[in-house]
């Protein structure tokens, strides 16, 4: 079974700071993908940034970039020079043997003026 | 328009009602996914489809009916309703995976929001 910690429940971070979003996983698949995905107040899932198992390089979006770390099972997400838009929850997901996704339970992220 | 629509956005019900969400998309994507979502439990998936005629349990799917007769449509039904199926309910779409080996991400709709009294 395939399972996703978000240990954040909530951060509050100055706007234009750098922000970094937590996500351990466990799988025992050997290829997968981890997504991270954010809703908005208006409650819509928007992709972020997506990131293969057997990728080498880190995943970057624009201001988004995914530290992925094998080994450790580790897959944060960063937000450099954070917006008041940037205000939402965040969830971390993965995909692995099985069709679907497994999401961890979210961070609410609340960029402060 | 393209994309992918939920209907209706907001459903009251009564118990024990049989109530039908439905969700049509326009990529002409292989894979549809419903899931549920709940207060501090994120995201969870019901069923989901791989093509027409095709669809398999995720993890929540007791209490849920779902078909996929066009590649369009992939409506979820729920039998009998309970108040614990109140959630926001969101429908999903992706792509097969590529010859490369990567997974592609899934595109959400807009989500449901259902309330069973």
């Known amino acids: 079974a395939q399972k996703i910690t978000q240990t954040q429940p909530g951060m509050f971070v100055q706007e234009k700071e750098a922000v970094t979003l937590d996500c351990t996983y466990d799988?025992?698949?050997?290829?997968?993908?981890l997504f991270w995905y954010k809703q908005p107040s208006s409650g819509e899932m928007i992709f972020l940034i997506y990131?293969?198992?057997?990728?080498?390089q880190n995943a970057t979006e624009g201001r988004y970039s995914l530290n992925f770390q094998k080994a450790r099972k580790s897959a944060n997400l960063v937000i450099s020079a954070s917006q008041l838009g940037d205000s939402a929850m965040y969830f971390c997901?993965?995909?692995?043997?099985?069709?679907?996704?497994?999401f961890g339970k979210g961070t609410h992220l609340i960029i402060q003026p | 328009d393209a994309g992918i629509t939920q209907s209706p956005r907001y459903k009251i019900t009564e118990t024990g009602r049989q109530v039908t969400l439905m969700c049509h998309q326009t990529w002409s994507h292989s894979y549809m996914f419903w899931y549920r979502q709940d207060l501090g439990h994120g995201l969870r998936l019901i069923y989901y489809?791989?093509?027409?005629?095709?669809?398999d349990k995720g993890e929540v799917p007791d209490g849920y009916v779902v078909s996929r007769s066009k590649t369009e449509n992939f409506p979820l039904t729920l039998e009998s309703a309970t108040r614990s199926q109140t959630s926001v309910y969101f429908c999903a779409s992706r792509d097969i995976v590529d010859t490369s080996g990567r997974i592609y991400e899934q595109y959400f709709g807009p989500g449901t929001r259902l309330t069973v009294t």
């Open positions: 990131q293969g198992s057997y990728d080498e």
């Open positions: 799988t025992s698949d050997q290829s997968y993908g």
């Open positions: 997901a993965m995909r692995g043997g099985a069709d679907g996704l497994t």
């Open positions: 489809s791989a093509a027409a005629d095709i669809t």
